[in-house]
């Protein structure tokens, strides 16, 4: 059963404010879902390996040359808030 | 006939013999759009301008006596989270209602080489998550069938555009079926083909394990055609297969003789509509009376289907959507004065209701203590799913099943429930845990509303499944029914 608390405690986790109403809400509607997610249990999986991703995956490599990049104008063009070519945040510490 | 009503194969023959021009199609398509886009909201973006310069490029070619490729200068229309240089890409949510990305995706700039024409971008539930396009952060898509019911989701924009002749084909991406279910509810052809097939690169992440790009269409052989195009191996994928993409017109032979068609027992139990159930029986009695052998057969672990993708979805995209942190592009809150805050602040009112929703779910699989008990617990079953498919292709050349218990539901009907959303893709989820094929061809109509038939095939096996959807088509005329708009 998730609480309350674990609720704020995921949230924070995922970086998201909830309001009080959505807390109810997340905790109810998430207890459903993992309800429903129990069934898993009735199969014993000991020795069943896991499947991660369907396809064998390799890491794809390329030569370490230098290429031709995004212009620094293009890769900040889509930025909520930027200053002398870099992209602005508030305050970190 | 109205040229907007015409199919890609159709109309190719039109350009390639002079009697229309790619302008007069794009005209046509935008003339339909501006009859009926008002009922149906479609589209998030249109590109006109853009759409007829890349029109009167075709006509010009054409007017040198070059040869032109299927697609030249036919409209498409591409599901809006999949990336498009200088053209906003939303994925219909806040987080990104201003973001124009520098570069296309693989299959845009396939779709751009081969001369289509992109009108626009389609609408869906935001970054791909739901099952009826209600999700959208903008408006909600209407089915072309009955404007009082969903057309589906994720891709409900690409797939009603289709469905309405508002253009000639679209793609759309299935994590869950979200291609092959708004095809069922809009009585279309939608492909979602073996994971890797199509370069995901461009495509805005949701789950990356399952996530794959597909086509919508008029009918089976614009599939394939539209499929010879996009298919095919990219460096810029690192989970894309290296795999000699055949010419799948050649699939498109109209004989089943002697292929063993499975159908499995656990897709129709309970819940499933008796209209569905009988069109689906009848469309079992036409394969047999074709040559096809179909025998019923089990696919043990269907029911535990749901849970898995309902843990490991959710946990992808609680891992994907972390870069949605307002500091390299789409929204950010303003009022925040510390980093933090100006995280949670822009995250909380970037996402809509079902985004949060499942990254609070994917995020709680995957924290300590939990992650042994959710998600390694998912990935082991999937395992048992992949394996009860990969025994069934042992005996059998492809599975028959719904591709929807139901025929399209109410707008609001399961909107405050997300679990009995979720349970409108149980028929498809399977196939993306597996990685394999599966197409939704129309079936036939319950009460006015179009029913879906899916044909699931081995990892690339869209041949056979070219095959066997034609072959269908060629001996039925469900898929020329046309709603009344």
Redesign the interface.
């Known amino acids: 059963m998730l609480t309350k608390a674990q609720v704020e405690h995921v949230a924070l986790l995922a970086r998201l404010e909830l309001t009080e109403e959505e807390k109810e809400m997340y905790a109810s509607q998430l207890n459903d879902i993992l309800n429903h997610v129990e069934a898993l249990n009735k199969l014993d999986t000991t020795d069943i390996p896991p499947t991660a991703h369907v396809l064998p995956l390799r890491n794809v490599m390329r030569e370490d040359k230098v290429c031709e990049h995004l212009p620094n104008e293009e890769a900040l063009a889509n930025a909520p808030a930027r200053e002398d070519g870099y992209f602005k945040v508030p305050k970190i510490v | 006939m109205a040229l907007y009503r015409k199919t890609i194969h159709e109309l190719h023959q039109l350009l390639k013999s002079k009697q229309v021009s790619s302008e007069e199609i794009t005209k046509s398509v935008f003339e339909r759009i501006d009859q009926v886009e008002d009922k149906v909201k479609a589209f998030v973006t249109q590109t006109r301008e853009i759409a007829l310069a890349k029109a009167k490029e075709v006509d010009d070619k054409i007017a040198r006596g070059e040869e032109i490729g299927p697609l030249a200068g036919i409209p498409v229309v591409i599901k809006d989270n999949m990336c498009t240089r200088g053209i906003l890409t939303t994925c219909s949510s806040k987080m990104l209602h201003?973001?124009?990305p520098?570069y296309d995706a693989t299959v845009v700039k396939k779709l751009a080489d081969a001369g289509a024409v992109m009108i626009g971008k389609s609408n869906l539930d935001e970054f791909a998550m739901g099952s009826s396009t209600e999700n959208s952060r903008f408006f909600p898509t209407r089915n072309p069938w009955d404007l009082e019911r969903v057309p589906g989701g994720s891709s409900g924009g690409s797939a009603a555009a289709v469905a309405a002749d508002e253009t000639v084909y679209s793609l759309g991406s299935d994590t869950g079926g979200s291609i092959r279910q708004p095809a069922s509810f809009c009585g279309v052809v939608g492909l979602k083909p073996t994971?890797?097939l199509v370069s995901r690169y461009g495509l805005v992440a949701f789950a990356s394990?399952l996530d794959q790009i597909g086509p919508f269409s008029k009918d089976v052989t614009d599939a394939a055609i539209i499929m010879n195009t996009i298919a095919g191996h990219d460096?810029c994928d690192?989970?894309s297969?290296n795999y000699n993409v055949p010419d799948y017109t050649k699939s498109l032979v109209n004989d089943v003789r002697g292929i063993k068609i499975g159908i499995p027992k656990e897709y129709f139990v309970e819940g499933i509509q008796p209209d569905v159930r009988e069109l689906i029986e009848d469309a079992i009695k036409k394969f047999e009376s074709l040559g096809a052998v179909c025998e019923e057969m089990s696919l043990p672990?269907t029911?535990?289907a749901?849970?898995?993708y309902?843990?490991l979805a959710p946990a992808e995209a609680?891992s994907n959507l972390?870069r949605y942190?307002?500091?390299?592009?789409?929204?950010?809150d303003?009022s925040?004065?510390?980093?933090?805050?100006?995280?949670?602040?822009t995250?909380?009112e970037g996402?809509g209701a079902e985004v949060?929703?499942r990254?609070?779910?994917g995020?709680?699989a995957l924290?300590s203590g939990y992650y042994d008990a959710?998600y390694?617990?998912?990935?082991?079953?999937?395992?048992?799913i992949?394996q009860d498919f990969d025994r069934a292709f042992e005996k059998y050349d492809v599975i028959l099943t719904p591709t929807s218990p139901s025929t399209a539901f109410k707008f609001g009907e399961k909107s405050d429930n997300?679990?009995e959303m979720?349970l409108s893709d149980i028929c498809t989820i399977a196939v993306n845990l597996?990685?394999i094929p599966g197409i939704s061809i129309p079936c036939g109509l319950s009460q006015g509303l179009p029913v879906g038939l899916q044909l699931i095939g081995k990892?690339l096996g869209e041949e056979t499944l070219f095959r066997v959807a034609y072959t269908y088509e060629q001996n039925t005329d469900h898929h020329k029914a046309k709603p009344s708009l």
Request: avoid cysteine.
């Open positions: 201003n973001f124009v520098p994971y890797g394990s460096p690192s989970t297969v672990h029911e535990y749901l849970p898995v309902y843990i609680s972390a942190d307002g500091v390299g592009y789409g929204y950010r303003e925040a004065d510390d980093i933090v805050s100006m995280y949670m602040k995250r909380s996402f949060k929703r990254i609070m779910l995020t709680y924290s959710y390694l617990k998912a990935l082991k079953v999937r395992t048992l992949k997300p679990m979720y597996a990685g990892p």
